[in-house]
């Protein structure tokens, strides 16, 4: 059976975030902090120095049971079935029709398989997960209310780590456990490709604890305004922004989360036959924007032609000059950098990401 838990007014460290003169706002269907009175020094310590961020807006889902590692497998476009214990891979939730319901990382605990995702998902995968599940041995619960996590990311954040008690010599995706002040604390590497990031999951009841030391160490805290800053300089996709349940795989250039060699999954017969029959028209990329920014959806032209769509926009504040620069979807035989097109009265030059001027180390 499914436990179906509901969304959390505020995340396990919304006080001590208020204390701190956040600025709070909802972000994924949580209060938490929007920013701290100063979004250019908050994305500045992101890339730059060391962060700090509230993730009580992740959701954790565990999985037990006998047949879990087999389930899930079958269940995402990832390979499951050899991930070694310690580590995790990313991946999508298709449906039949191979279009992206969800996407989630799953990490090998050993004894369990825990999922992290967006809150935003949660209910929606819970409710898939309990489609596909018939005669196996996999139990879903929600373990959002007895897992929270902190976030730290820029080049000081291993520095800082050490000084803090940890040790995080990990690659990409990869856990360790520790022990903090007589709590349990999993040390996450993550996948970012553009700065160094980390994520420490703890019980909530340690949170406020956890997120003194590391600001006492030097971390600066930052809010979801930088955050998102940070998703978009470094390209990362987010869904039911930039994912939505009409993409195709292949169209998001998330090759990461993609296994042509694990065998059969929901969805896998789409995917396999973009791959042997040729690529998708589209493709997620990103842009320098000249010009005023213009909204999410808005249309991208060529000769007052349609041939894509913006659909994260951001003005990025860096020290030299703030840079205007968007994500979204191009046809694909038009996505050569530099290229121009029109969004509305702006330019969009087609450019790779992340955005190479923004992270100097």
Not at 145 to 155: E, F, L, N, R, Y
Not at 304 to 310: A, Q, T
Not at 332 to 344: D, Y
Request: hydrophobic share 40%.
């Amino acid at each position: 059976m499914l436990s179906y838990n509901q969304k959390m007014s505020s995340t396990a460290l919304h006080d001590t975030l208020t204390a701190n003169s956040a600025h709070l706002g909802e972000f994924s269907g949580v209060a938490t902090a929007s920013d701290f009175g100063d979004v250019r020094a908050e994305f500045d310590a992101l890339i730059n120095g060391c962060g700090v961020y509230d993730l009580g807006w992740r959701a954790k889902i565990e999985l037990t049971g006998e047949d879990r590692v087999r389930w899930l497998n079958g269940m995402t476009t990832n390979n499951v079935r050899d991930l070694a214990g310690g580590r995790g891979v990313y991946g999508f939730v298709l449906n039949p029709q191979g279009r992206i319901q969800g996407d989630l990382y799953a990490y090998n605990r050993g004894h369990s398989l825990l999922l992290d995702t967006d809150r935003q998902q949660l209910e929606d995968l819970l409710k898939i997960f309990d489609h596909y599940i018939i005669m196996d041995d996999v139990a879903v619960a929600d373990a959002s209310d007895s897992v929270t996590a902190i976030g730290i990311a820029g080049p000081n954040s291993s520095k800082l780590l050490r000084e803090a008690g940890f040790a995080p010599d990990l690659q990409p995706l990869q856990f360790a456990e520790s022990t903090w002040r007589e709590t349990n604390v999993t040390v996450v590497r993550g996948d970012n490709p553009a700065v160094e990031n980390f994520e420490l999951w703890l019980p909530p009841t340690s949170a406020t604890s956890l997120w003194e030391e590391l600001v006492g160490k030097g971390a600066r805290p930052a809010g979801t305004a930088a955050l998102e800053l940070l998703r978009i300089a470094s390209g990362v996709p987010r869904y039911g922004i930039d994912i939505r349940d009409r993409d195709l795989p292949q169209e998001t250039e998330q090759d990461r989360a993609l296994n042509f060699s694990k065998g059969c999954y929901i969805g896998q017969e789409i995917v396999e036959r973009i791959r042997s029959r040729g690529n998708v028209h589209r493709k997620f990329t990103g842009f320098d924007v000249r010009g005023p920014l213009p909204a999410g959806g808005t249309k991208i032209q060529i000769d007052g032609k349609d041939i894509g769509e913006i659909t994260s926009v951001a003005s990025l504040p860096l020290a030299r000059a703030d840079q205007s620069v968007a994500l979204g979807y191009i046809r694909r035989e038009l996505a050569t950098p530099g290229k121009e097109f029109r969004a509305g009265e702006s330019t969009l030059a087609v450019a790779t990401v992340p955005f190479k001027d923004v992270f100097q180390h």
